[in-house]
């Protein structure tokens, strides 16, 4: 089985005892920007696939993040996980210590890396097996699995329907926390700051909260990819890291009619990266369908299995966005969330409880869920 990136699905992939090659398009895994936030979800996957405890070390363990003003009175609280209600704490964590802990653990399985490697296009695609360029080279699998993100280039072998620029760019720096003056003593190290130019969202990535991931959101011009890899540096300003939040076009399937290549993760639904659920959501993925891919010792036939599997998840990333959408205009100014008429007053004043209305999204116990299915083939 092929992957165009997808360490965390080779991983899944090995658990059932199934052998992969991973086509990555960078040269290195090292020099990676960003964080990001691990939610119960995703953390119970990564602790079923042996990587959970070497992880915690390396980030920042939280419950909640507080929605405060000015002065630094809270307003709303937003749990992105709960120890005694869903088994764990959310976890944010820098993206390349994330991505090294993968590559590390996938270094033990039956696992090869390629790197460097462009997945390009799809030759053909049959009913015995995929053939597709790497590189200019043909290669072939019996299944092509797209983990390569929002700007997925084999997306168009399904769906050519462009990305749409949403026309916010999130905007992050890593700034020491003794250098920010705070409105309180022990402000939280997680909280939304909302105010009238907007909300600024403050978390630590390190264990100690030594220092802080500083992020707003601002609308802007869009850009090429050259453009926004540069302005930066156009700003001077070598600390900065710009976001700018593209929408991938809603899907009636994630898969092709053979269904031998199928879109995971970012390549077929981007999660706002603002909410915790972005990245949860794509382990959530690549767990679920290698799991399908494993059971009952592959004999389930494909077309069923991933049909399945595609309306399952499908359900489950609309209930998501639903929350993330929510989480997002909560995070707003007033003037701003009086623009949102579409969501319900009710939503927005309703107060998140740790064990309350979203126990169904961090406390989903995957095994048992798709046993149940599997059970009936």
Not at 103 to 128: H, K, L, P, W
Not at 193 to 210: F, M, T, W, Y
Not at 342 to 365: H, I, R
């Amino acid at each position: 089985m092929a992957l165009c990136g997808g360490l965390c699905f080779a991983l899944a992939l090995g658990d059932q005892n199934i052998s992969s090659t991973i086509y990555e398009a960078r040269s290195s895994l090292i020099n990676l920007s960003g964080g990001v936030v691990l939610s119960p979800n995703a953390l119970r996957i990564l602790q079923r696939l042996g990587v959970y405890e070497r992880l915690l070390h390396q980030g920042y363990q939280f419950e909640n993040s507080d929605i405060v003003n000015e002065k630094g009175e809270i307003l709303d609280r937003h749990y992105y996980g709960h120890e005694r209600a869903y088994g764990y704490k959310a976890l944010r964590i820098a993206r390349h210590a994330l991505v090294q802990e993968l590559y590390r653990t996938i270094q033990t399985r039956n696992v090869r890396v390629i790197g460097d490697a462009r997945c390009t296009e799809i030759f053909s695609d049959a009913g015995d097996g995929v053939t597709f360029r790497v590189n200019g080279q043909l290669k072939t699998a019996s299944m092509l699995i797209a983990t390569d993100g929002v700007h997925s280039t084999l997306r168009r072998h399904i769906n050519d329907t462009p990305l749409k620029y949403t026309g916010i760019t999130g905007v992050t720096s890593i700034i020491p926390r003794n250098e920010i003056r705070w409105s309180k003593e022990n402000h939280p190290a997680a909280a939304v700051v909302r105010g009238e130019p907007g909300a600024l969202l403050l978390v630590s990535e390190d264990p100690l909260a030594i220092t802080t991931m500083a992020a707003i959101q601002r609308q802007h011009p869009e850009l090429d990819r050259a453009g926004w890899d540069t302005l930066p540096a156009d700003k001077h300003d070598d600390t900065l890291l710009l976001w700018p939040f593209y929408a991938v076009p809603s899907m009636p399937t994630w898969s092709s009619q053979t269904r031998r290549v199928v879109l995971v993760g970012d390549a077929a639904h981007a999660v706002p990266p603002s909410s915790g659920q972005g990245i949860s959501q794509a382990i959530e993925d690549a767990y679920s369908l290698a799991y399908l891919l494993g059971a009952k010792g592959g004999s389930i036939p494909l077309t069923r299995l991933v049909d399945f599997w595609q309306q399952w998840r499908q359900n489950r990333i609309k209930e998501t966005e639903h929350v993330v959408n929510i989480t997002n205009i909560k995070r707003m100014s007033e003037a701003e969330r009086k623009k949102h008429t579409d969501v319900p007053e009710e939503d927005l004043d309703k107060v998140q409880t740790a064990t309350g209305q979203y126990a169904w999204l961090f406390n989903m116990q995957m095994d048992e869920e798709l046993a149940k299915w599997i059970a009936t083939q």
